[in-house]
């Protein structure tokens, strides 16, 4: 399915409630299934005796990184993908924002959470995240948004980790090749604050892109007056603050602000609300909470960890895969009207 089908399902999902979204769900997972079963041959061993239609999730094994990266050359489902091509690839900074074997966009992970994971996403992926996008778009900005946006020159800077495959760094460099360097400004998350402060005066981004934590301590400098921008949004992502961490950013910078919920492994799991919570794009990703036995923890209790099954990604399939955030699913409707499931996480 193509980029414009895909914008077009994703809005009539949204709108059409929990019927709609559950039905797309458990299609596209009983079809990820087939797939990989038919194509991996890792998951073709690990699913020999499901039955032969899965469109439910508890009847898959659980999955983690370290297993998966154990076995990556069968974990695949294109045979011309190796470990140590991808590795090869992602070895060369100059090589950020390339397609590799002028199919696929590799990424990686820094290993902080013990394991190095290497993902490859196909077109397919990359055409999904960009239509949920444009649906996060569209539940945040009004009318008015958008002409102070574009009042304020378009611009958008973005500040993450760089020098490696890393997935806010290759976002960073597939705009720069749409949009251009005067639309684009890619900052160094690790660069010295005065270094980054200055940057920003110069380039006065109407859109500012940062990590949670950057956005915190830029907040702290546009309250001292050293950082003289005025973004029309705010978007933090990477990383959860504190209660009262996202106020004081919407303080500091006079507008509202938003934040995401994503993985290397998952690009497009949620987005926020005026109320707090996050909306689980659902008809594109299946979020299992579960406590330390892998049992179902039901919604209004916090989750030991959650189980995620990317349902776009044929190339490398990540089903029923052990995240390891906490999450806690609200047990009514959100207020503020989205009827895709509502969570907040902490990890």
């Known amino acids: 399915m193509s980029f414009l089908p895909l914008l077009l399902d994703a809005r009539r999902a949204r709108t059409r409630g929990p019927g709609a979204i559950e039905e797309r769900q458990r299609g596209r997972l009983a079809g990820m299934v087939d797939y990989a079963r038919a194509h991996s041959p890792y998951y073709r061993v690990l699913y020999k005796d499901l039955p032969d239609q899965v469109n439910d999730p508890t009847l898959l094994p659980i999955t983690d990184k370290k297993s998966l990266m154990a076995r990556f050359d069968d974990w695949v489902t294109d045979r011309e993908v190796t470990l140590e091509k991808v590795r090869a690839f992602i070895g ?11 199919t696929y966009t590799p990424l990686t992970t820094s290993g902080t959470t013990g394991t190095p994971g290497v993902f490859v996403l196909d077109d397919h992926t990359m055409a999904v995240t960009n239509a949920l996008v444009l ?62 402060v200055d940057q920003l005066n110069r380039f006065r981004p109407a859109i500012l892109a ?5 956005g915190a301590l830029l907040g702290r400098e546009r309250e001292a007056g050293r950082l003289r921008i005025n973004p029309a949004l705010v978007v933090l992502f990477a990383e959860g603050l504190p209660e009262g961490g996202y106020d004081r950013i919407s303080k500091a910078f006079n507008v509202k602000v938003r934040h995401s919920y994503g993985a290397t492994e998952f690009p497009f799991i949620a987005y ?48 029923r895969y052990d995240l390891g955030d906490r999450i806690l699913q609200r047990p009514d409707p959100c207020p503020c009207g989205n009827l895709l499931p509502a969570i907040r996480v902490e990890g």
């Open 210 to 214: 940062p990590y949670a934590s950057v």
């Open 92 to 102: 060369k900074s100059s090589l950020i924002g390339e397609r590799f074997l002028d």
């Open 272 to 319: 926020s609300c005026d109320h707090g919570w996050l909306h689980v794009n659902s008809d594109w990703v299946v979020l299992e909470p579960v406590d330390a036995d892998f049992r179902p923890t039901p919604p209004g209790r916090q989750s030991h960890t959650v189980l995620v099954s990317n349902l776009a990604n044929r190339v490398q399939p990540i089903l």
């Open 135 to 196: 649906r996060m778009l569209g539940a945040w900005l009004r009318v008015t948004d958008i002409f102070r946006i574009i009042a304020r020159g378009a611009g958008t800077t973005l500040i993450c980790a760089t020098g490696g495959h890393y997935a806010e760094a290759v976002a960073g460099a597939l705009l720069r090749k749409r949009l251009g360097d005067r639309t684009i400004q890619a900052l160094a998350a690790q660069a010295p604050v005065v270094e980054m």
